[in-house]
């Protein structure tokens, strides 16, 4: 009888503890799994960071004009001034079709020419803008020509263009620093 009451407490004592352990195991996947839908959605594609990275300001006949949000960027040791990555992908076909044949010899068969960057630096202090370097790629991705600015000139940014979109930008970007 001694040994029946003995079995009867520790089973009594141990069962409380088991219902935790059981509750607490539930817990863990459902948790767990929670994280791990956080942290798959943060994770992007190569393709897609390259397509946030880019965010449309203009668009016009002869194509759409974006920037490189990451590249915007202070100039060291002058002040108002600002550097930014900027994109025309060409979409009128006259166009394409003369940028095509100014390439040919650089284009593979299935290629064409796709789009063109420019590093620009606003002075947002004057309303100036200068184009340092222009490279136009295929829309494969092949860099056709790369020109960069042998001086700096900076010109008028002319109203109701890409290039005042984008000194909108600069501007704003230079406040906020």
Known sequence: MGKKIIVFLVLFSIVPFLS???AAKAEEPARGSWEMKISREKKLTPEEEERERWVGVFANDIGIYMFDCKSLAMVENEKNSVNVL????FTNSKVVTQLNEQYKAKLNADDKVGFSEM???FKVDKRKY?????KVCSA??????????????FK???VKTFADSMYEV???????Q
């Open 156 to 158: 008028e940014v002319p």
């Open 20 to 22: 935790v352990y059981a």
């Open 130 to 134: 200068v184009v340092k370097e222009t």
């Open 140 to 153: 494969q991705g092949v860099l056709l020509e790369e020109i960069k600015a042998k001086e700096a000139v």
């Open 170 to 176: 600069a501007k704003a970007f230079s406040r906020n």
């Open 119 to 121: 590093l620009m630096t």
């Open 86 to 89: 900027v994109r025309t992908i």
